[in-house]
């Protein structure tokens, strides 16, 4: 007579929340591309053509005095980045609003109706990372040691877009104006960081202030992987502080809402 199995221990409670994060992530990953006959091309699409666009400006047609050569790794290095985090910050403004009835319904951390924005955002950043690689082998752009950063880069991003998410998708809920205020906060944020130009290109004094802009940092260490000279010390430390900064009061602030937002939605 063979004796019935052990039960399963129960999963403990960060075991759930991973799970739910990948399935909810993994939904909108293939919603994103199941729907789309082009599918995994709209992701390297997009900001290759933005990429190609400010290339054919600044070198074709206006005598170009920014960046370095070759100018369509240099601006790809920052587009990249700035399409994840562009993608997941506007997005967030929806994430209660979209699923109102599961954020309602579901005991899971409300954080993964962020988190899960952030991580799929993320997911098509890395899978759209060999187009900066062809666009190197065929420019002739070497890699660096400051390939080595490329990690610090992504693990920076994704805490100050969390921190970020998290301040805003709860607000969102009660002020709906603040939906569109984001758009065009983002769309200023674009030409107020270092994406078509560099730090180094700034007039003196105002490099200094543009350092505290995050994304500044973040983009200097990816650019780091090809362009060493573009890596700033006091724009990564400004950088990681301002971060997990974003990080820790976006926890606090979301914490604080949370009920009122479960109330609303």
Do not use: C, H
């Not at 890395?126 to 390939?147: D, R």
């Not at 805490?159 to 998708?169: E, S």
């Not at 500044?216 to 090809?226: E, P, V, W």
């Amino acid at each position: 007579m063979t004796s019935a199995p052990p039960p399963r221990p129960p999963r403990t409670r960060g075991q759930v929340y991973r799970q739910s994060l990948w399935l909810l992530t993994s939904r909108d990953l293939k919603v994103r591309y199941t729907t789309s006959f082009l599918g995994y091309v709209w992701t390297i699409l997009d900001p290759l053509v933005m990429a190609i666009i400010y290339w054919f400006v600044f070198t074709q047609i206006v005598d170009r005095t920014i960046g370095e050569d070759p100018y369509i790794v240099f601006l790809l290095a920052g587009l990249l980045p700035w399409m994840w985090f562009n993608a997941a910050v506007g997005e967030t403004t929806r994430a209660f609003i979209k699923d109102a009835k599961l954020v309602r319904s579901t005991r899971i951390p409300r954080t993964v109706w962020v988190n899960r924005i952030v991580l799929s955002k993320g997911i098509e950043f890395v899978a759209a990372i060999p187009v900066i690689v062809v666009f190197a082998v065929l420019f002739g752009a070497e890699p660096t040691a400051g390939v080595l950063w490329l990690p610090v880069a992504i693990v920076l991003q994704a805490a100050l877009t969390v921190g970020l998410g998290l301040i805003i998708a709860p607000l969102v809920v009660f002020f709906r104006d603040l939906e569109r205020a984001v758009k065009l906060i983002l769309r200023f944020l674009f030409y107020g960081s270092p994406i078509i130009y560099g730090l180094s290109d700034l007039p003196g004094g105002l490099d200094s202030w543009a350092a505290f802009n995050p994304l500044a940092g973040i983009i200097s260490l990816y650019r780091a992987s090809f362009f060493p000279d573009q890596l700033d010390a006091r724009a990564v430390i400004i950088a990681t502080l301002m971060s997990l900064g974003a990080l820790v009061i976006g926890l606090l602030v979301f914490r604080r809402m949370v009920p009122a937002v479960l109330k609303e939605v």
